[in-house]
């Protein structure tokens, strides 16, 4: 049986949704296909992104920014917007069954020293996980019913 597949969008795929996918694969690999893309592209995943997930364990360093329109061809199960723009943008895919809305700050758009500024991706990454990785317990927990 084929997994279902996941679509974490936000606007520039640089950041959150690739944040998210690292670690709802980490959470839920053997549970989900998970894939990021963006409204709007940025066309580089953030090293401050990057870095935040290797402390805790998650390598998303070879991650690519994409189009959402690139899975257009695909059936996507559940799409989840991390961002505001991104959920407004949303088209609905094929096959898409269930939609989720969950928005963070955009630690790109963070101020301060490079020590301020790692400190909120830490604080995004933190809300990140503590969300996608309940929603990949209460999944498996729904399948062994």
Not at 17 to 45: K, Q
Not at 125 to 144: N, P, W
């Amino acid at each position: 049986m084929n997994k279902p597949r996941v679509l974490i969008l936000c606007t520039g795929n640089s950041c959150r949704s690739h944040m998210a996918e690292g670690i709802l694969r980490a959470a839920g690999g053997d549970l989900f296909e998970v894939h990021s893309a963006g409204s709007n592209p940025a066309g580089y995943v953030h090293p401050m992104a990057i870095e935040a997930l290797k402390e805790i364990g998650v390598d998303i360093s070879s991650h690519d920014s994409k189009h959402m329109d690139t899975f257009l061809d695909r059936d996507i199960n559940t799409v989840i917007t991390v961002c505001g723009n991104a959920d407004q943008a949303c088209p609905t895919f094929p096959g898409q069954a269930e939609r989720y809305h969950w928005g963070f700050f955009d630690p790109a758009k963070a101020t301060g020293t490079d020590k301020e500024v790692m400190n909120c991706f830490r604080e995004i990454r933190d809300q990140i996980k503590l969300v996608f990785e309940a929603y990949a317990s209460g999944y498996r927990a729904g399948r062994s019913d």
